[in-house]
């Protein structure tokens, strides 16, 4: 059993930065490749990147690559989102899941998901 906690989310102004971390909480990542997806306010829940559990492959979202950023440390089991050049549109919740095996696009792959932390970007 895998527990994650996302964090970092909040309001930021177009243009601007954060950064989202994806904790196991009473767990490990060990193994496991990891997934972020967004849910903006009536919208189906979308891909944004995954990073396998080595951190040697990842993968984005056509849309969001080159602002977009996923990075893992697996002393500190945790994996970041990074997230520049924010837009009004980024405005969602932001989940991290996690999977045994290779990374997918695909949310109906992962096993495991956190709460998701709210990210607002103002225009």
């Known amino acids: 059993q895998v527990h994650l906690v996302e964090s970092g989310g909040g309001l930021v102004q177009a243009g601007g930065s954060l950064r989202l971390s994806c904790a196991a909480s009473?767990?490990?990542?060990?193994?496991?490749?990891v997934g972020w997806f967004r849910q903006a306010p009536g919208k189906e829940r979308e891909f944004a990147a995954a990073?396998?559990?080595?951190?040697?492959?990842?993968n984005y979202a056509d849309s969001l690559k080159g602002r977009f950023t996923i990075s893992r440390d697996n002393a500190k089991d945790a994996v970041y989102l990074h997230m520049n050049s924010l837009k009004p549109e980024d405005t969602a919740v932001y989940y991290c899941?996690?999977?045994?095996?290779?990374?997918?696009?695909?949310?109906?792959?992962?096993?495991?998901w956190g709460q998701g932390t709210q990210v607002t970007v103002s225009s």
């Open positions: 899941a996690a999977k045994t095996g290779y990374w997918s696009g695909s949310a109906h792959a992962y096993t495991y």
């Open positions: 009473g767990g490990t990542f060990r193994g496991f490749a």
């Open positions: 990073i396998s559990w080595s951190g040697d492959s990842d």
